[in-house]
């Protein structure tokens, strides 16, 4: 046996892991995911909702622009002409 190498127990230390080490692994990650994952999908949350209050100001400022150019907000539309309204 050289220095530094580990010792050889048989056939069946190098065949690799065990069931139990298997097993133990598995029940690690799964705790790891039962924790992150509803921390990510509430992140995802608020990204979208981020997201949504920044187009809205992003509206909210053209329509000013256009009041400041125009001197008016636009016309309204009839709930008929707006193709998304029958969703």
């Known amino acids: 046996m050289r220095c ?3 010792a050889r127990r048989g ?3 190098e065949r690799g892991f065990t069931l139990v080490e298997l097993l133990i692994v ?3 990650l799964g705790i790891l995911t039962s924790v992150a994952l509803p921390n990510v999908l509430h992140a995802r949350k ?3 909702m981020t997201g949504l209050l920044a ?3 992003l509206f909210q ?3 000013l622009r256009y009041h400041t150019d125009v001197g008016t907000f636009p016309p309204r539309t009839s709930s008929t002409s ?3 309204s029958r969703w």
């Open 11 to 13: 056939k069946a230390a």
């Open 26 to 28: 598995v029940a690690i």
């Open 4 to 6: 530094g190498a580990p």
């Open 55 to 57: 187009e809205a100001r």
């Open 46 to 48: 608020r990204a979208e």
């Open 61 to 63: 400022q053209a329509l």
């Open 82 to 84: 707006v193709p998304w």
